[in-house]
């Protein structure tokens, strides 16, 4: 048996990937949650590389032309909200081939019982498990591809993809131990914020998805601000007012959500807001939260509306960001390759 290929990487620098999924219309989660602070980490000045994970999508069915639309649309709310292409590498995932490459190498290093104990798939397989796509079950195995592709260290991302994370670094630890190599590194999950976590506005105690078949449960980037200001009122709360402490929000997750998104999209802590509205009715509560929330979303969506206009454009800043993607990704994934023992006598 020949000797493994050695690296002489131990260092890897500041480097943040993230990405979204173009399986629906953006929401105040995905906004909140990764997207404005994927514009503060690149503002940061670290190297910020942003995808639209289409692959991640058709996990679950997408009518084609609908994933088309919504992989733009995606993009223009990337943009809108501050993404510069020009600062940050932005594309969609399925323009660089490392992703589906490396993914196929890492569902040869990751465990069948791993994946299964992701609740993510726990929640979206549902009690018919035997009729998911075999796709949505090996979905880690891709994000972790997509992440160490890029030799990313460090990754923003909602509460929910934590466990995600998690398993990012466990498949880098295999990797890395099974080849005798320290050729992946470890990733930081950032999960920070007032809202890593934003709630359905119909029940505060499941997450707020793009994919809920409730359009009331959610607001969308896309809402205009008549419909901002519906959903919010329309809200589900409880009869009490505000309470005068965080600790009274405990066993109020209607209220805690509002709140947390007031924090979130005023950027002040949650103590603040808990000071300017204690013992305020949702009645009041929940015309400032309308206008808050429309006053720092209707530019977006204007912008997006704008963006959306030139669908070509889109196109062309998708297709020049996958063209750096590749040539930072294409390298490693080569690597890889040579590290695995596959012959690459073509090149
Ligand atoms: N409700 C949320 N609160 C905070 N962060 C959230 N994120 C998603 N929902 C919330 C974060 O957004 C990023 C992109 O998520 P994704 O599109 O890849 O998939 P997801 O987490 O499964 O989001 P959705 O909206 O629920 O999509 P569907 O319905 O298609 O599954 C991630 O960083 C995520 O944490």
Known sequence: MSEPVQTPQTQFKPRIFS???????????????????????QDEGIETIYCLVDLHAITVWQDPEKLRQQ?????????AAGIDPARSVLFNQSQVTAHAELAWIFNCVARMGWM???????????????????????????????????????????????QHLELTRDIAIKFNNDFKVDFFPVVEPLIEGAATRVMSLRDGTKKM????????????????????????????????????????????????NLVNIYAALAGHTVEQVIADFAGAQFGTFKPALADLAVAKLAPITTEMNRLMKDPAEIDRILGQGGERAEAIARPIVDQVYDIVGMIRSRR
């Open 19 to 41: 990405g979204i999924q173009p399986s629906g219309g953006l929401t105040l989660g995905n906004y909140l949650g990764a997207l404005k602070r994927f514009v503060e980490k």
């Open 71 to 79: 992989t733009r649309e995606g993009a223009a709310a990337f943009i």
């Open 116 to 162: 299964g104990r992701m609740t993510q798939w726990k929640d979206k397989a549902g009690k018919n498990a035997e009729a998911a796509s075999l796709g949505l079950f090996a979905y880690p195995a891709l994000m972790a591809a997509d992440i160490l592709a890029y030799h990313a260290t460090m990754v923003p991302v909602g509460e929910d993809q934590k």
């Open 209 to 256: 998805s793009k994919s809920d078949p409730s359009d009331q449960s959610r607001i969308n980037l896309t809402d205009t601000a008549d419909q901002i200001a519906s959903k919010i009122r329309k809200a589900k709360t409880d009869p009490e007012p505000l309470p005068d402490t965080v600790e009274g929000l405990k066993d109020r997750p209607d209220a805690r």
